[in-house]
C-alpha cells in the first residue's frame, strides 16, 4: 500500500517516467517469447568461446568486452558459455546469467547469417512501424525471434535506434536505415537474400 501511494504520490513528470518505464520492461518481456532453440553449440564454437575468453580474463571489467567478442563472433551467447566465464572471470554462473538477460542487446539462441531488427519504440510506431512490421513478417515468413528457412535473416524486435528523427527504422546487421517503407525493406531483402 505504501509502495502503491508512493507510486502515484510524485509529481506528474516522475509518474509519466514510471509509466513509460513500466510499459517499455513489460512490452519487452512479451518480446522475449523466444521459440526454441534447436541449434547445437558445435565443439568449434566451444573453442571459439575459449579463445575469447583467454583473450579476456585478465581485462578489468571484461566480462561486458567478452559478451560483445562472443556475440560478434558467433552471433548468440549460448548458454554453454556461462559455466567457463564464471570460472575465468570468477564470478558465479547465476551473475553471468543475470548479465547477459540484462541487457537486451545479448542474444541467447542462435541467429542466421543477417539480423534484422525493427524499431518498436513510439516515434517509429507514430510513423507506421506497425504495419511495417506486418510487411516484413509476410515477406520473411517468419515471426519475431525467429529464422528464415533459408538461414538468412532473423527478425528480432529492438526499441530505438537512436534514429527517431528518421523513424520507422530497422538495424540490418551494422547498418540503421530510416524512413524505412514496405518497397526500401523488399529491397534490402532481397539484397541480402541474393547475396
Ligand atoms: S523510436 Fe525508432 S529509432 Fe527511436
Redesign the pocket.
Known sequence: MLYFKRFFSFNKPVFRYRITFYLHIGRIALDETVIADTHQVTSGELKRIDAHIVAHKNVLGGLLPLLHAIQDDLGYVPEAAYTPISKALALSVAEVHGVVTFYHHFRTHSVGEHVLQI???????A?G?EQLEMDIKSALGVDYHQTTADGKITLVP???????A????VLLDDD?Y?RVDKKKIEALIHEVRSS
Open positions: 524499431c518498436r519504440a513510439e516515434s517509429c510506431q510513423m512501424s529492438v526499441y530505438c535506434l537512436g534514429n527517431c528518421c523513424s520507422p527504422a540503421v530510416g
